[in-house]
């Protein structure tokens, strides 16, 4: 393990028995495909806002009313003790840090979908992408992203970003 993954695994370790972030911010993010409209970018991640732990869940999409018609909706809910707790768990338990997987060789392919986790605390970023597909030996984490995704989706309140900026108002040129 190099010293950022002793790092980064450190952190984990303390936010698992402790449900606080302090710092540390997780990233699950899955990309690719085929050019607009059909590039996917999904990304969830744990952050601290102001102070508070958050979960965030972003989906970029293609609208034809805005120029470039690349839009994001991002919905934000605050992040459970619970939650947090099981994210870094996942991490751990899972070996994500320590493990190398096949899917970690690029497929060769331009447009494949990726996934990538990231983990960032005090300068120190881990990240490991997988090409085509989680390894099935993530299954639990695949189920934890879906069922975060699942819960900003159903409690936050989405908001509509144009070139990083939060779209308040229909664009003029429908």
């Not at 690719?32 to 979960?55: A, E, I, M």
């Not at 609208?63 to 939650?83: H, L, M, N, R």
């Not at 695949?142 to 229909?170: E, N």
């Amino acid at each position: 393990m190099t010293s950022k993954e002793h790092i980064i695994t450190g952190q984990l370790e303390r936010v698992e028995k402790t449900g606080v972030l302090e710092g540390l911010s997780l990233e699950l993010w899955r990309g690719g495909g085929l050019p607009p409209p059909y590039y996917k970018s999904d990304q969830l991640r744990f952050l601290s806002v102001s102070g508070h732990d958050t979960v965030e869940f972003a989906s970029l999409r293609f609208d034809a009313s805005f120029d470039p018609p690349s839009v994001q909706d991002k919905w934000t809910i605050p992040a459970a003790t619970a939650d947090v707790k099981e994210a870094a768990r996942l991490l751990l338990s899972l070996k994500v840090l320590e493990t190398q997987f096949p899917e970690e060789r690029p497929t060769g392919v331009a447009d494949a979908i990726s996934w990538e986790v990231i983990a960032l605390s005090d300068g120190a970023e881990v990240q490991r992408r997988y090409y085509g597909k989680l390894p099935d030996e993530l299954a639990p984490l695949q189920a934890f992203i879906d069922r975060m995704v699942g819960s900003a989706k159903a409690s936050g309140r989405p908001v509509l970003f144009h070139q990083g900026r939060p779209v308040t108002q229909p664009p003029q040129n429908r």
